[in-house]
């Protein structure tokens, strides 16, 4: 064991505001274990100290709100050249920026605190589903860890947004890719189950437009084994034909996301716990036989929105 001086990024203040210390400690803790953390300020920056061993610095390096890892030799703080383990150039999450996009360091969390919830043997085995993607940035984070990922997204002119992002950042980057599209089902003007797919590097991404209550469908009935979403924060936001209330929208798609889990699979959500409340959530998919796992990451973002998140894993026997 060593004792690693850990910085934290500077970003993670932009990701969730006044509480990024207790979040970073949350998403470090989760990932290697109950340990003792000492935090400590030095000028402008914010650092942890922590015992750890040299077989946890991957995951270390992976962590969302971690910018750098420090050795102490002789008195003075040496950086060690630790790589991040992703895939395709950072551009592709980071690039876009768009009104509604979920902060990039918060869905990196929910996707290091899933991984670290369920068992798998290699992260390209590990297949991901965002039932409320927007343009994306669950998926493309999921391809810079290497796994296959699909979303689903209400908004069908979504799919062209993501397109040209992507497009782009293949253009500027020289990355050699696949794209296709097509239909869910049969051709409509509506586009509902319209699909555009995106595949680089022996990771791949699909989003399927239409209503996240009728995933089960829209999936053909596939299993993944982490499903990782930023649920919309206001009821303006939840627009199906069917109900403009957010329990009620997250009640419709209960069944159809816990069912498009394998066994012992999790589902990582971020939502506003003042709509729903945490319990009044965790209660909708207790129906389902997924269990809340004793993880929390609250912090206020606005007047109106304390963000947090919550971890349910599915029985194994179920
Ligand atoms: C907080 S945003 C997610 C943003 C996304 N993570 C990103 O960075 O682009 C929630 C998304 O859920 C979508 N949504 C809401 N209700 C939906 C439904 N019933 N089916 C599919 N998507 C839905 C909204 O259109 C919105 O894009």
């Not at 920056?45 to 946890?56: G, L, N, P, R, V």
């Not at 050795?71 to 003075?76: D, S």
């Amino acid at each position: 064991m060593k004792t690693l001086t850990l910085l934290i990024s500077p970003l993670a203040k932009s990701a969730f505001y006044g509480a990024f210390v207790e979040i970073a400690k949350a998403e470090l803790t989760w990932l290697l274990g109950a340990q003792e953390v000492h935090y400590k300020r030095v000028g402008a920056m914010d650092f942890f100290e922590i015992q750890a061993s040299a077989q946890q610095l991957p995951q270390m390096a992976s962590l969302a709100s971690i910018y750098g890892i420090f050795e102490c030799q002789a008195g003075r703080l040496v950086p060690l050249p630790v790589n991040s383990p992703f895939e395709l150039h950072e551009d592709f999450v980071f690039g876009a920026k768009y009104r509604g996009k979920t902060n990039e360091l918060l869905t990196q969390l929910l996707i290091n605190v899933g991984l670290r919830s369920i068992e798998y043997s290699a992260v390209s085995d590990v297949k991901l589903l965002d039932p409320m993607c927007g343009r994306a940035t669950t998926l493309l984070w999921a391809m810079r860890y290497g796994m296959q990922a699909k979303g689903i997204e209400q908004d069908a002119k979504a799919l062209a947004d993501i397109r040209q992002n992507v497009k782009k950042w293949c253009k500027i980057h020289r990355l050699k890719h696949r794209f296709e599209e097509g239909f869910v089902g049969k051709a409509n003007r509506q586009n509902r189950g319209k699909f555009i797919s995106f595949a680089a590097n022996n990771a791949s991404m699909r989003v399927i437009a239409g209503d996240s209550a009728n995933a089960g469908s829209l999936l053909r009935g596939e299993k993944f084994n982490l499903l990782v979403s930023d649920l919309p924060y206001g009821i303006q936001h939840f627009t199906t034909e069917k109900t403009r209330n957010p329990l009620a929208v997250i009640k419709a798609c209960a069944q159809g996301w816990s069912a498009s889990l394998k066994p012992g699979g999790a589902m990582v959500l971020a939502f506003n716990s003042y709509s729903p409340k945490r319990d009044e959530l965790i209660e909708v998919f207790a129906d389902y036989q997924m269990e809340a796992l004793d993880f929390s990451a609250a912090h206020r973002m606005s007047e109106s929105i304390v963000r947090d998140v919550v971890i349910l894993k599915k029985k194994a026997a179920y």
